[in-house]
């Protein structure tokens, strides 16, 4: 019953238009739970743009880090959009917190939701080898986030130039 | 009747080879509209290679930054490549035009072409967040391009290690 | 008889895992041809973390420069798994050795071999073009190596979060 996609792929290749478009394809509501954490400037306005995508059917919640909290406090209230897990991770390990251990508890807690929850994440290990240690740390954490949603999710996609590539 | 083709890809993915050979498949000469400014060294080196490979077949043009008026003056020639969006969107920045008039403009007259369009970009979004600001803006616009000019194409394709890979 | 597979995919994509169990489909015991020099800390735990990976079934067989010959000793002792192109490639580099001619000797060799060689490489051209021109030269020639070999390959793979998407 309930349904778990995933869309990943590159800066700009159209990942949250796509995530919106098939959350909306499970109901005529949706929750739209936002990970970005807003406080540096670039950011904002990237969250402002999304916003201004989003019309009166979505609810917005924040979640830069209690994203179990945030799905267990939307289920049942139709499907939810996650954009996006990269920017999750990244406040997780900002913070501090054990991303390992979060990461884990999302991917069991997916196929136990009720209601379908699209997630958006980001392809980060396709370029050279990041001179900065941090960047090469993070660029790992990703991938294998990514593995372990993908691995439980139903559907997975790879958006490019703003199409869907189905890879599962 | 006209047909546009986007290949995108990594950098060294093979991506003109196979819009050679598609290119070549609407028609026994082509049109080869080069958007690469030559001004260093090792892009010298580069139009070379591509010079190199391709025959008497092929008559080229360049266009840095006027592609909508190259497109008006190989009307009715045969197929044109062009080769490639992402240095063409790179000049109209560096040049200070308006690039997102200019996409939009090429997005709205590709599928008023007689003749076939087959147009090589690049995917720069797949690696970790630029540190420089001017290499996020650039990531941003070329993947905000490919997108629009995906929406129009009747074709797209991923290369992959030389390979086509359909993703419309 | 002899089947050439060739995985390709960004950092932490999951390509690893994918060779290693295309590679135990051709046969209960494999050889893993080894590309790495474990010089620096980092890349001595990821070869440790492969190797807690692979059980009692797997041959380890070290090769950072000479693969030729390790195919060649490797022959009728069933299927091969290559990890990874892209590192011996870096390792012919900067040991200046003739890559282009030792590419070439592996596209040649590898539709001779009467056991299957699975073999995994990375996608590095996906990001912004890189400052360093160094960083520039490698990933041109990785891009060109993996065509080379995808070239000649029965079978070539992109890994999106840990799932084989087949590009041939």
Known sequence: MSKTILITGGARSGKSVIAETMTLGFGKTAT???????????????????????????????????????????????????????????????????????????????????????????EVGGGIVPDNPLAREFRDAAGLLNQWIAEVADEVYLAVAGLPLKVK
């Open 32 to 122: 739209y739970i936002a990970t970005a954490d807003s406080s540096d400037a670039e950011m904002t306005a990237r969250i402002a743009a999304h916003k201004s995508r989003r019309k009166a059917q979505w609810t917005t919640v924040e979640a830069p880090l209690d994203l179990a909290g945030s799905l267990r406090n939307t289920e049942g209230k139709g499907p939810r959009l996650v954009d996006c897990l990269t920017l999750w991770l990244s406040n997780l390990m900002l913070s501090g917190h054990d991303w390992q251990a979060a990461g884990r508890d999302l991917a069991a807690r997916l196929p136990r939701q009720s209601d379908p929850v699209v997630i958006v994440t980001n």
